[in-house]
């Protein structure tokens, strides 16, 4: 569970619920595909498909269009007074520190869907107010993204590349990365397919480039202890 950020809280809905709605909105950061990032949306769209799957904990998001084309909408995480930076690699003991079980769960999350890109890509409350937050935000170089094109991406995927040098990798309990590992190994041919073979296209990622993620990221579900002690050898 991670907290969003409101940015205007408006009037009370006219309604018979019992819960007095009302209305508002919340922060977002908008993302679109672009010449240096060709499958930015549906890349946030799957990792958050597959996190969900897992319950790591993703920062929300959902596509959608406007005047410029199709966006995914990620909801800024944080909440009240609390403004959360983005975390460097010097913050992340105090991750692992106040959220243990979160941070392993990214760290396997990163190393099946081969994420470079951790650091400054992670939300935490590390203040002294007692809101748990935590979330993993930023998943446009993952997946078809982790290299130049998605065609480069699915060969690395492929040939088991692991990430390096983890800003979260040698902070962790065993016990807790195994736990998570377990949790990968488990997941069915076709929870991970339904989570990555849409149905339909996303910008340029079309069926056929859909399948052959899917296949890899099988074949790295069934590789993950290795993938995991590899990525852990690395930090």
């Known amino acids: 569970m991670t907290f969003y950020k409101i940015k205007q809280i408006k009037q009370q809905v006219a309604t018979h619920s019992m819960t007095a709605p009302i209305r508002g909105t919340l922060d977002v950061v908008l ?19 597959l996190a969900q799957r897992l319950g790591i904990p993703v920062a929300m998001g959902v596509p959608s269009v406007g005047d410029g084309g199709i966006y995914f909408a990620s909801l800024t995480v944080g909440g009240l007074s609390i403004n959360l930076p983005n975390l460097t690699r010097r913050r ?8 243990p079980n979160a941070a392993a769960a990214i760290f396997v999350f990163d190393v099946w869907i081969l994420n470079n890109d951790r650091e400054n890509n992670l939300k935490a409350n590390l203040t002294s107010a007692p809101t748990h937050i935590v979330a993993a935000i930023d998943h446009e170089q993952t997946l078809l993204g982790t290299k130049a094109d998605p065609a480069a991406s699915i060969v690395a995927l492929s040939n ?7 800003p979260l990798g040698n902070l962790l309990k065993i016990s807790d990365v195994e736990r998570w590992a377990v949790a990968v190994s488990e997941l069915s041919d076709e929870a991970i397919s339904d989570a990555v073979a849409l149905g339909y ?11 052959k993620l899917s296949k890899a990221l099988i074949d790295r579900r069934d590789n993950i202890a290795e993938l995991i002690n590899q990525a852990l050898a690395s930090c």
């Open 31 to 49: 993302k679109q595909d672009g010449e240096n990032s060709p499958s930015c949306v549906y890349n946030e769209m799957v990792a958050l498909r």
């Open 201 to 211: 296209s996303v910008g340029g990622i079309h069926a056929i480039t859909q399948n």
């Open 92 to 99: 992340m003991p105090s991750v692992a520190k106040r959220y």
């Open 160 to 166: 088991m590349d692991f990430p390096t040098n983890h």
